[in-house]
């Protein structure tokens, strides 16, 4: 397993949740990436951010989630704020390119 994401739960809309993940693989020179997969549907990029720190989102999320990361620990973080219920997915971190084998995710569920 090359990837451990946690912090996913069920939420309310509106709410928030913080999103980890660790990697045995370094990050460290990487652009690193958040995707999701919806029920039904294909796994997506949501949002990145580069070696050097800039993000980028996915219009859906863009204004809601921010990335970060600890390259001394080889994490990387997503912070979900405003959810909805199409936020509802489970979540994976793997580099933007060079793809790693992915992590099992962790489920988001949000509803009322």
């Known amino acids: 397993v090359q990837f451990v994401e946690s912090g996913g739960g069920s939420v309310q809309p509106g709410g928030s949740l913080q999103l980890s993940c660790v990697t045995y693989?370094?990050?460290?020179?990487?652009?690193m990436a958040w995707y999701r997969r919806a029920p039904g549907k294909q796994r997506d990029l949501i949002g990145s951010i580069t070696n050097d720190g800039q993000v980028d989102f996915d219009d859906s999320v863009k204004g809601r989630f921010t990335i970060s990361r600890d390259d001394a620990k080889n994490m990387l973080f997503l912070q979900m704020n405003s959810v909805k219920p199409e936020d509802t997915a489970v979540y994976y971190c793997?580099?933007?390119?060079?793809?790693?084998?992915w992590g099992q995710g962790t489920q988001v569920t949000v509803s009322s």
């Open positions: 793997n580099r933007v390119y060079s793809l790693l084998t």
């Open positions: 693989e370094t990050i460290n020179g990487y652009d």
